[in-house]
């Protein structure tokens, strides 16, 4: 929707976060995940380096002159796995505050369309309430006031209002608008050591916990999102 430039920031944030959500799989289990958890440390400060831009951080690799929200890095902070630095979420709410459009939050410099699901993500990396409540309101806007009348489109314009893709309406991934609704479940704090304790029965324990309450979550936000699709 807004092209697929190569070398894609916000999606190599996906693998780095994989690779250190893998780690401490295997550090649940008893296992040792260093390997991917040293790997998983030094990309994510790689990153940083190689996605720097003149405001937030660019849409590919080399190009600092974009940005994009990097609505992935939600991730980080949902599974907290404490690869990235408070100063980098704050840099994206800094972005976020000061290109939000009247019904949402544009993906990146390339295109006035966004994704509501992806536009809450993104609430959910910045810190900054101010910002997040801004991004809420605006989807919020859409809703109560965009020109379509057709169930929540995934994509649709920041500026005008309307979808402009078509066949995008009841999708099933709208539900994601409901992440900050699991962003600060759970106490497992991320690791990836093996001798951290990963393996013990208490840890193991608030694993199960926080994945059933997930679960939990995840089904009322089927429906909560089916419902309204049939508003």
Known sequence: MSGAPSNDTNLALK???ALKAYADILSTLGQ???TYSDTAKSYASQWQSMAEANAGFAANYGDSGSWSICYNLFADKWLKTGLFPE???????????????KYGLPLGSRTTLTSPHWMIFAAGVTSDITTRNLIISAAQDYIQNGKDDMP???IYDSIGGNATVAGVYNRPAVGGVYALLVKDLGTTVSTGDSNSGGGSNGSNSRMILQSTNLTVIYILSFILST???LA
């Open 152 to 154: 929540w489109p995934s």
């Open 227 to 229: 419902l309204l699709c």
């Open 87 to 101: 100063s980098v979420f704050q840099k994206m709410g800094s972005l976020y505050a000061s290109n939000i459009n």
């Open 32 to 34: 040792d995940g260093s």
């Open 15 to 17: 693998g780095i976060i």
